[in-house]
């Protein structure tokens, strides 16, 4: 009786053992796109536009801690300067912590790529995100992405780097950040300042 369980016995641990391996092999390998995504969007440098900033002697220094959370929901816009931007003038103004664009789209704010699922990029899917930055549009699918997102050049990167990317992202933690949506140029260039966009907890 013991005998016919012994082989059983052996066979489940075997099974767990396996288990467990490919349990560490898939965390490993998920740790190293991780890394890699890390790398890709350092040198890609997402962090100038999309990470908020803290002033250090030498300027605009990424904040740590909000680590591309977008344009900061509770910054009010200040008014839109008149008579800066045309042809034979300036192309763009930037807000002082490069989250926030002026030009002739109107005013763009960069996007939370942290995965809070209300304000970030939780409740996206890796095929979602590869198809944003390939074709430019909204959540793959939706609105022209404005400038400067550089989708055109970060489009040109491999599915696998896309797809590191994404991984890192989606590791990153979860910060609250309600972006403001981008206001056209219907709008003027001169407006009273936005107050903080509604659901802003920072
Ligand atoms: C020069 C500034 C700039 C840089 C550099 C930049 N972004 Fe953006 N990004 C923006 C702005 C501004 C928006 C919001 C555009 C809009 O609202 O249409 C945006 C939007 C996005 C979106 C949302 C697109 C959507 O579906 O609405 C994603 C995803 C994104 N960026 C990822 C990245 C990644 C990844 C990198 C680095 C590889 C990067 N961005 C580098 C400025 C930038």
Wanted: proline letters at 10%.
């Amino acid at each position: 009786m013991n005998r016919s369980f012994r082989l059983p016995a052996i066979v489940l641990a075997g099974v767990l053992f396996a288990q467990a391996a490919s349990a560490q092999k898939t965390t490993g390998a998920n740790k190293k796109l991780v890394e890699r995504g890390k790398y890709l969007v350092t040198i890609a440098l997402c962090n100038d536009c999309h990470s908020p900033k803290k002033f250090g002697p030498n300027g605009p220094e990424v904040d740590e801690s909000k680590l591309l959370s977008g344009a900061p929901s509770h910054t009010p816009l200040p008014e839109s300067p008149a008579g800066v931007l045309g042809p034979d003038k300036w192309g763009v103004v930037a807000s002082n912590d490069l989250t926030t664009w002026f030009g002739p789209w109107g005013i763009s704010f960069a996007k939370n790529l942290t995965p809070d699922v209300e304000t970030g990029i939780g409740s996206w899917t890796e095929d979602m995100f590869i198809r944003a930055i390939r074709t430019g549009k909204d959540m793959g699918e939706g609105r022209q992405i404005l400038p400067p997102m550089p989708w055109q050049l970060i489009g040109k990167a491999t599915d696998a780097d896309l797809k590191a990317m994404f991984a890192y992202l989606k590791s990153l933690p979860s910060i609250k950040n309600a972006v403001h949506e981008p206001i056209p140029p219907s709008m003027g260039t001169v407006h009273e300042p936005i107050p903080p966009a509604t659901g802003a907890t920072k």
